[in-house]
């Protein structure tokens, strides 16, 4: 079985500061890791996902991850952040069967 | 193209009530998830649907909560009775099978429930 542990529960950070969020994850066969969004009072959106290939990820509104086997790690990261993205982001992993585990989220808090 | 759609957006109910929730998938997509978010947590699933079969429901608390997606479209969650512990949001997602694109799921805006 998998399981996803997001290392940080809020992290405030000043407009245009680049931000990390930490996610590890385990899982005793290939996995593949997704990071979503969450906006105040809206349903879950992708911000991208590692299925194969190049360990470096890129997604939307300029995110961008690392998956490191080894680690057993998926860290999210923005070089420069804006006050809309103020939210809750969640990691996630899923293994056969498409099934995903969810983290317990990272609140993000930008500030002017 | 239409997102998931849920319906009530919000419902408070007492506790022993029965409440039951409505999710439409986005169009041509085979699988159907049902997620419980307590606030704090990360989205948990209930259960997973396959057309109209289920694949996976061993989260599901039977005694209380049962769903179904007749036709294999639309989908109902029902939870009978309610229990405090039930509050939270519901959140339906949907996503396309049979190749890598099954691991993207699609979440609806989600039901927030709250018991009383």
């Known amino acids: 079985a998998q399981s996803v542990t997001q290392l940080d529960s809020q992290v405030p950070v000043f407009e245009e500061a680049p931000v990390e969020l930490r996610c590890n994850y385990s899982s005793s066969v290939s996995v593949y890791l997704f990071w979503y969004v969450q906006y105040p009072n809206q349903g879950l959106q992708l911000l991208l996902k590692y299925l194969s290939g190049s360990t470096l990820v890129k997604g939307i509104n300029g995110f961008e991850a690392e998956f490191n086997k080894s680690q057993t790690s998926f860290h999210l990261r923005k070089p420069s952040v804006h006050i809309s993205d103020t939210a809750e982001y969640f990691c996630?992993?899923?293994?056969?069967?498409?099934?995903?585990?969810f983290g317990a989220g990272t609140t993000v808090t930008v500030r002017a | 193209e239409a997102g998931v759609a849920q319906s009530p957006r919000y419902k408070i109910i007492e506790k022993r009530q029965s409440v039951a929730f409505w999710c439409n998938p986005i169009s041509g997509h085979a699988t159907l998830y049902w997620y419980q978010q307590i606030l704090g947590q990360g989205p948990k699933l209930l259960i997973q649907f396959q057309n109209n079969g289920v694949v996976d429901d061993s989260q599901l608390p039977k005694d209380r909560f049962s769903a179904e997606r007749l036709k294999g479209v639309d989908s109902t969650l029902k939870i009978q009775p309610a229990k405090l512990e039930d509050s939270a949001v519901y959140l339906c997602?949907?996503?396309?099978?049979?190749?890598?694109?099954?691991?993207?799921?699609?979440f609806g805006p989600g039901t927030r429930l709250t018991v009383t």
């Open positions: 997602a949907s996503s396309p099978s049979g190749d890598s694109q099954s691991y993207e799921q699609y």
């Open positions: 996630a992993v899923s293994d056969v069967g498409y099934k995903l585990s």
